[in-house]
């Protein structure tokens, strides 16, 4: 069985190290597409046209399941998806719902960081609209954030001070939980961590997609793979240099899973 990941570019990623530790035995399609990252500052409409032609050439190659490993391709072009094709496809949504409700006993605020695509479409706002009975929803629109990932700027000293200049209007006492509504964001949580209070939770939606892409699988039948964890690359672009890229951008991301295993042994 194939599992496709679909995102804008190397975002994806991070919910792809999630599912190569959850299920093995699987084989991945990974596609970025590179023609058009970033698509968090894009109009709406363009992007869903780039979301479609991408999914199509991922259909081609064949695969048995699809993750839109992307909340802003998911708020814009998951209803299409899913009207076009018949298997399984699971989207993502920045963590909102449960970050409000593990605040809910502190009294503290929660501060969604995403792409100014998802934070201004109706998903985002019918979702914040749903969960967030007691006003205690912020939300930060990052749209750099997607380009310095892209250029694997993980220097602590450089984004740091990014995170800062960002954050300088927010009094952090008052906030109990940072979302990370954008899959590439995870990349940097560990710069994040070691800048912020320690009072503040950082949460990402990557594990709760990876769990319900499991549980999608089972009730399709599809679950026990018979693969072994191979993950093939693609971009709409066919740059060879972006494939070495992906490949060391997972490479990062695995290791770091590697480590904190270790370390919470
Ligand atoms: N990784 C994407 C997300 O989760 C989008 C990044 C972008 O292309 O702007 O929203």
Do not use: W
Request: aromatic share 8%.
């Amino acid at each position: 069985m194939r599992i496709g990941f679909f995102d804008s570019g190397i975002g994806g990623l991070t919910v792809l190290s999630e599912a190569l530790r959850r299920l093995p035995d699987m084989d991945f399609l990974y596609m970025a597409d590179t023609l058009h990252v970033p698509y968090g500052t894009k109009a709406e409409e363009d992007v869903r046209a780039y979301i479609l032609d991408s999914v199509g050439l991922m259909m081609n190659e064949g695969i048995d399941a699809l993750v839109v490993a992307c909340n802003t391709a998911t708020s814009i072009a998951i209803n299409d998806l899913r009207e076009r094709y018949s298997l399984p496809i699971v989207g993502m949504e920045p963590a909102v719902k449960p970050a409000v409700e593990m605040n809910r006993a502190t009294g503290k605020r929660v501060l969604v960081f995403a792409t100014p695509l998802t934070l201004q479409l109706p998903k985002y706002y019918a979702l914040v609209s749903r969960v967030d009975e007691l006003g205690i929803v912020d939300s930060l629109p990052l749209p750099e954030l997607v380009h310095y990932c892209e250029k694997l700027q993980f220097d602590t000293a450089i984004m740091q001070d990014y995170f800062r200049t960002k954050l300088a209007d927010y009094n952090l006492d008052d906030y109990g939980i940072i979302v990370l509504g954008c899959t590439h964001y995870p990349f940097y949580k560990q710069i994040l961590r070691e800048m912020l209070p320690a009072h503040i939770e950082i949460v990402d939606g990557n594990v709760g997609t990876v769990k319900r892409l499991s549980a999608l699988l089972s009730r399709y039948g599809i679950a026990g793979g018979g693969g072994s964890g191979e993950v093939r690359f693609m971009c709409s672009g066919h740059e060879p240099a972006y494939i070495d890229k992906m490949q060391k951008a997972l490479a990062i991301l695995r290791e770091r899973d590697a480590l904190s295993e270790s370390l919470a042994t």
